[in-house]
């Protein structure tokens, strides 16, 4: 009766422990992914659209928060440097600059974009 009880007990430990197993699955990576590439997918067509003088102000309210930023003076006014995803590059999940598209604004106006300007500053 002992090692029917011992039997028993390990049998359902087993069957916790393998439906541990069965839980995990990497449905976020793939949502998340999907997601992502829909937004880069945005970003490029209005980027693709877009026309110098533009604000920055117009285009943040429609772009939302840059993947990274920088900033600058340059012959006394102010750079600054919004970066945007818009190509895929490496398979990693994260978003790097390389894979980003500058958009390069002098006093709030934007006056080039792409990776040649960005390198020209």
Same mark, same amino acid.
């Given at each position: 009766?002992?090692? $029917?009880?011992?039997? #028993?007990?390990?049998? $359902? ?8 197993? +069965?839980?995990? @699955?990497?449905?976020? !990576?793939?949502? #998340?992914?999907?997601?992502?590439? =829909?937004? =880069?997918?945005? @970003?490029?067509?209005? +980027?693709?659209?877009?026309?110098? %003088?533009?604000?920055?102000? #117009?285009?943040?309210?429609?772009? %939302? ?5 920088? #900033? ?15 190509? !895929?590059? !490496? %398979?990693?999940? +994260? *978003?790097?600059?390389?894979?980003? *598209?500058?958009? +390069?604004?002098?006093? %709030? ?13």
């Amino acid at each position: 009766m002992q090692k $029917f009880i011992k039997f #028993s007990a390990m049998a $359902f430990v087993i069957t916790l422990l393998s439906g541990c197993v +069965i839980a995990i @699955n990497d449905d976020d !990576h793939d949502s #998340s992914s999907s997601k992502t590439m =829909q937004i =880069q997918q945005q @970003n490029q067509s209005y +980027i693709s659209q877009l026309q110098l %003088g533009a604000s920055q102000q #117009s285009i943040r309210s429609h772009l %939302g928060v840059p993947d990274f930023s920088e #900033s600058l003076q340059k012959d006394s006014q102010t750079v600054e440097v919004l970066f945007y995803r818009t190509h !895929h590059t !490496h %398979g990693d999940g +994260i *978003t790097t600059k390389d894979e980003c *598209t500058a958009l +390069i604004f002098t006093a %709030g106006v934007l006056t080039a974009w792409g990776e040649k300007a960005y390198l020209q500053l």
